[in-house]
């Protein structure tokens, strides 16, 4: 697997402030995720950089950043961006091993992984297609979440099964233009 470096000399903090714009100016903003905007009042995200090439590392801070979810229940859920995995292949690969290790570590059943990409696109998706636009975000991104607020809330969600359906006509509706446009914004 080949690690590409991050492009630029962009510095942790600029990769935490891209992605909480994405988080509020396209999550929240347009509702793709229903139960963020509570989060982000809350400030209850945490937003950790990990600016590691290395496979290994990557996976062993992110056991780390479940630790810290353990210990800090204030701590809702966790954007783990990983800048180096800018190829969505190794992205993926990298995804599988992170699946395989949060297992190893005993978290499954205590938080459930999302992942979102700059290329993200859904399997059996033309990589034009607007839909892909629900799972990408400005850099490669784990996303850690407690799976008991998961149920929780969507147990109180009138309709969590039309979430996903929501957002794709969402973005049919917005279009590849305009989505390309919000998340360029994002790196502003």
Known sequence: MSNSSPSGDISEAEYQQHTMRWVKDFVVEYNICPFAKRELERGSIRYQVAMSDDIEELLQQLVVECQILDN???????????????????????LYWAEKIISKQGYDGVYQLASFHPDYCFAGEAD???????????????????????????????????IPEHNIELTEELGISSLKQILASCKL
């Open 72 to 94: 800090q229940p204030d701590v809702e859920t966790t954007l783990f961006i990983t800048p180096s995995l800018s190829s969505f292949e190794d992205y993926l690969d990298c």
């Open 128 to 162: 034009t297609a607007p839909s892909n636009y629900t799972n990408r975000s400005p850099y490669p991104v784990f996303h850690l979440i407690r799976e008991a607020t998961v149920s929780r809330l969507t147990r109180l969600h009138p309709d969590p099964e039309g």
